[in-house]
C-alpha cells in the first residue's frame, strides 16, 4: 500500500531540503499527503486560444497566440517597465513587465510565435497583460490539459521559486506516482448511498479536472468528507458524555427561586426569558449533564435567566458559580446580582485575582461549609485552590474567551460534572454554531424586554461633523452620555493610538463644558479602571475609547454611540459596540462615521447595520461577507481545525446534511463496533492523532 504521509516532501523530485523547509515553514507541508490536500484556489481553462479582436479588459485569464513585433522600455527608475508589442494579425496588446526587466530582455526574442497567458486590462485605453506567462509554441497541449489549477503562495515561497507553477509542477510528480488507489477513507455504504466519488480519483481531479463537470464532482466529495468527520467527532464525544457523565437531579422548584419569583423579579419574564428557563429545567431535571449555549444579543436578559436557574441549584441543595471573561465584567454581574436578591437570605461573593488575604480566606471557608451559596468571578474560580462543597451549576459568560481545556477543569471540582450553562453576546450562525459547540444544545433569547426601544442606527460621513457635534451637544444638554469609539488594530498600533489622542484632544475643544475620560487597552489596569468609573458614576459625560468596552460596561444612561472610521470594523464587532447603548429607556442611537470612499463590500456592511438590530441576521451576513476564519471570537473558541475545502459560511446547507448522517451513524453504532462502520471509526482515530487537536473541537 502506498503511504503518502510517510513520505518526507523533501525527497520529492526537483524539492531537496532548503525548498522543503520553505514548504514546512510556510504551508505546514511536510509530507506528500500534505501536499496532495492543498487545494488550488481557483482553475484557468486553458483549453482555447483567443484571437486579439475578441478580447476586452474584463475577461478572465485567456490564452493567445502569436509574436512579439518589438520591445520598449518606459520610465525611470521605480516607474521603469519593459513592454512588448504583441500580434496574432487581428490586433496588437502590450505585455507589460515592472520586474526582472534584464532577465527578460535576452529571454525572448522577437518574430518567433509564442503562447501567451494571463488576465487583460486596459491601462491607457490600450489593452495590455501585465507579467503574462510565455510558452514555446511547441509546448502547447491544448484540450489535454483542461482546466489549469492556481495554489496560494506566499512572498517568501516566491523569492524560493516555489510559484503556483512549480506547485503543480510537484502535484503532477506526486499523482503520476499513485499507481495504485490510496486506501479509502469512507465506507462503501456512505459512497454508494450519497454518490460520492472515489477518493483517489476525487484528488486527481481537485487537482487536473479535465472537465468542470469533475471538478465539481471531486469538490464535493472532499467537503463532504471534511465536514463529516468534523461531525462525527463531536457528535461522539457528545455521546461518550451522556453515557459516561450522569447529570445532578434538580428536581425540586423551592423556596429560594419561589420568593425571588413573586418579590424579587423587577419585571414579568419576556416569552422568550420563559421558554429558554424551561428548557434548562428540563435539562437539569432529567438526569443528564446539562451543557447549554444560551445565546442572546446584549441587554436581552440572560443574566436573570442565568440567576434563576443558579436559584433552582439552591433550592435542590447545591451550590453555584458564575465565571466572566474580565474583572470588570465578574464586579458588574456580582453587582447585578446582589441587586436582584436585596433582602433574601442568600450568600453571595466575589472573587477575583484582586481579591487578596483574609477576605480570600474567609470566602474559601465559605465555599467549603457552604456558607457561600453563589460565586461570581473570573478565572479565578478554577484555580486549584478554590474548592467547594457541593457545586451543582456552572455559568460561564463570553464563551469564546474561555478555552474547552478550562471549562473542563471545571469537572473535576466535583465528583460529577456540575451542570454547565454557557452565555454569550456574539450571536453565532446556526451553521458555526453547529461545528463550534456541537456538543452543546443552543437556546436563543430573540425578543427584548419590556420597555426597550430598539437603537437607532445613522450612517454619517466625515464631511458633516457640524451637524453630528450639534446633536452630541443636544443629548447632553438632555443629561445623556456619550461613548466615542476609535478603532485599534496590532499591524497598524502607533498611528491608531495617535489617532484617539488626537481625536481626544479635540472632542476636548468641542465639549469644553464637559468631563472627558479616555480608555485603550494599553494603558494599565488600574488606570482604565478609574477612567472607566468616571462614566459610570456619570462624573464624565464623554467616553472616547477603543473597542476594549465591547464586552460589558453597563452605563444605562449612556444613549449614543459614535464609532470613528466605521469601515475598519467588521459587522459582528460594530454590532458588539452598539449594544452597549440602549440600556436604559431612552432612545438610543449608534452614528457609523466613515469617509466617502468606501469599498462595496463595506458599503454593504453599513448598510446591514443601519437596516436591522438583529443579531442573528448580521452574524449570518458577517459570515458570508468574512468567512468563517475572522468571526469575532471564534479564533480563541476551539476551532481547532483548519478547512482545506469546505467553507462554513457557504457550505452551510452540506454541513447540515453531513450532520444528518452523521448522526445516524453515531445512533445506530453508540460504541463503534459495527463491522460496515470500521473505516469511519478508524479514520477518526488517524485524525485525532494528527497535528489538528481534534479532541478539542468540543
Not at 136 to 152: F, H, I, R, T
Not at 493 to 519: Q, R, S
Not at 563 to 587: D, K, P, T
Request: one cysteine or more.
Amino acid at each position: 500500500m502506498f503511504d503518502l504521509t510517510s513520505r518526507d516532501i523533501k525527497y520529492l523530485s526537483g524539492v531537496g531540503p532548503q525548498r522543503a523547509s520553505v514548504l514546512n515553514k510556510e504551508l505546514g507541508i511536510y509530507s506528500l499527503h500534505d501536499l496532495l490536500y492543498y487545494f488550488p484556489y481557483k482553475y484557468v481553462d486553458r483549453s482555447r486560444i483567443y484571437y486579439i479582436h475578441e478580447i476586452d479588459g474584463t475577461m478572465p485569464y485567456i490564452q493567445l497566440k502569436g509574436e512579439i513585433l518589438g520591445f520598449e522600455t518606459v520610465g525611470e527608475g521605480r516607474q521603469r517597465r519593459l513592454i512588448a508589442h504583441f500580434s496574432d494579425g487581428t490586433g496588437v496588446i502590450d505585455l507589460v513587465w515592472f520586474q526582472g526587466i534584464k532577465f527578460l530582455v535576452g529571454k525572448y526574442k522577437a518574430h518567433k510565435e509564442y503562447i501567451v497567458f494571463g488576465k487583460p486590462s486596459v491601462f491607457n485605453g490600450r489593452i495590455n497583460i501585465a507579467h503574462p506567462d510565455i510558452d514555446d509554441v511547441s509546448e502547447l497541449k491544448l484540450s489535454a490539459m483542461g482546466l489549469q489549477p492556481y495554489y496560494n503562495t506566499t512572498e517568501k515561497m516566491k523569492r524560493s521559486f516555489l510559484n503556483s507553477h512549480a506547485i503543480e509542477k510537484m502535484m503532477e510528480i506526486v499523482i503520476q506516482q499513485l499507481r495504485e488507489p490510496l486506501p479509502e477513507t469512507l465506507s462503501p455504504g456512505i459512497l454508494a448511498e450519497h454518490f460520492l466519488m472515489p477518493l483517489t480519483e476525487a484528488l486527481m481531479n481537485i487537482h487536473f479536472p479535465a472537465t468542470p463537470e469533475q471538478l465539481r464532482k471531486a469538490q464535493y466529495r472532499l467537503k463532504f468528507e471534511e465536514l463529516f468527520y468534523i461531525q462525527l467527532n463531536i457528535l461522539r464525544y457528545a455521546k461518550d458524555r451522556q453515557r459516561k457523565y450522569r447529570g445532578y437531579v434538580f428536581e425540586t422548584v423551592g423556596e429560594v427561586f419561589n420568593t425571588f419569583y413573586t418579590r424579587n423579579l423587577p419585571f414579568e419574564l419576556t416569552g422568550a426569558q420563559k421558554r429558554v428557563l424551561k428548557e434548562i429545567r428540563r435539562d437539569m431535571g432529567g438526569g443528564r449533564q446539562m451543557n447549554r449555549l444560551l445565546q442572546g444579543d446584549v441587554g436581552s436578559g440572560k443574566t436573570l435567566v442565568a440567576l434563576m436557574s443558579m436559584l433552582i441549584a439552591l433550592d435542590n441543595g447545591y451550590q453555584a458559580c458564575m465565571m466572566a471573561p474580565t474583572e470588570i465584567l465578574a464586579n458588574q454581574h456580582y453587582e447585578t446580582i446582589r441587586e436582584l436578591l436585596y433582602g433574601m437570605d442568600v450568600r453571595v461573593e466575589l472573587l477575583t485575582g484582586s481579591v487578596k488575604g483574609k477576605k480570600r480566606e474567609a470566602i474559601l471557608a465559605g465555599l467549603l461549609t457552604k456558607d457561600v451559596r453563589i460565586l461570581i468571578g473570573t478565572h479565578a474560580v478554577i484555580e486549584d485552590t478554590v474548592n467547594f462543597s457541593s457545586l451543582g451549576l456552572v455559568v460561564i459568560d463570553e464563551q469564546h474567551r474561555f478555552g474547552v481545556a478550562q471549562r473542563a477543569r471545571l469537572w473535576t471540582k466535583n465528583a460529577q460534572p456540575p451542570h454547565v450553562l454557557v452565555m454569550t453576546a456574539t450571536p453565532i450562525p446556526r451553521t458555526l454554531a453547529m461545528t463550534l459547540y456541537g456538543d452543546l444544545d443552543v437556546s436563543v433569547i430573540d425578543e427584548l424586554p419590556p420597555g426597550r426601544k430598539p437603537i437607532v442606527t445613522i450612517h454619517k460621513y466625515d464631511a458633516h461633523r457640524v451637524s453630528l457635534y450639534q446633536f452630541i451637544h443636544k443629548q447632553i444638554a438632555e443629561g445623556r452620555q456619550v461613548y466615542i469609539v476609535y478603532p485599534l488594530i496590532k499591524e497598524s498600533e502607533k498611528i491608531d493610538l495617535k489617532n484617539l489622542e488626537e481625536g481626544y484632544l479635540h472632542i476636548c475643544e468641542e465639549f469644553p463644558e464637559c468631563k472627558v475620560c479616555k480608555v485603550h487597552g494599553k494603558m494599565k489596569t488600574a488606570e482604565k479602571d478609574a477612567q472607566m468609573r468616571l462614566f459610570v458614576s456619570g462624573e464624565a459625560q464623554i467616553m472616547v475609547a477603543t473597542t476594549v468596552i465591547e464586552v460589558g460596561v453597563n452605563v444605562p444612561n449612556a444613549s449614543v454611540m459614535v464609532i470613528e472610521n466605521a469601515e475598519r470594523f467588521g459587522l459582528s464587532q460594530l454590532h458588539q459596540l452598539r449594544g452597549r447603548v440602549g440600556r436604559g429607556a431612552e432612545q438610543s442611537y449608534c452614528i457609523l462615521v466613515t469617509g466617502y470612499k468606501l469599498l462595496e463590500e463595506t458599503r454593504k456592511r453599513l448598510e446591514i447595520m443601519v437596516r436591522t438590530n438583529d443579531g442573528f441576521e448580521i452574524a449570518e451576513a458577517d459570515l458570508k461577507l468574512r468567512g468563517p476564519g475572522d468571526l469575532e471570537g471564534t479564533q480563541q473558541s476551539g476551532v481547532a481545525f483548519d478547512l482545506k475545502i469546505a467553507d462554513i459560511a457557504r457550505d452551510g446547507q452540506l454541513l447540515q446534511y453531513v450532520r444528518d448522517v452523521a448522526v445516524t451513524i453515531v445512533d445506530a453504532d453508540p460504541t463503534g463496533v459495527r463491522p460496515e462502520n470500521e473505516i469511519l471509526w478508524r479514520q477518526l482515530k488517524a485524525l485525532r492523532k494528527t497535528n489538528v487537536n481534534w479532541a478539542s473541537i468540543s
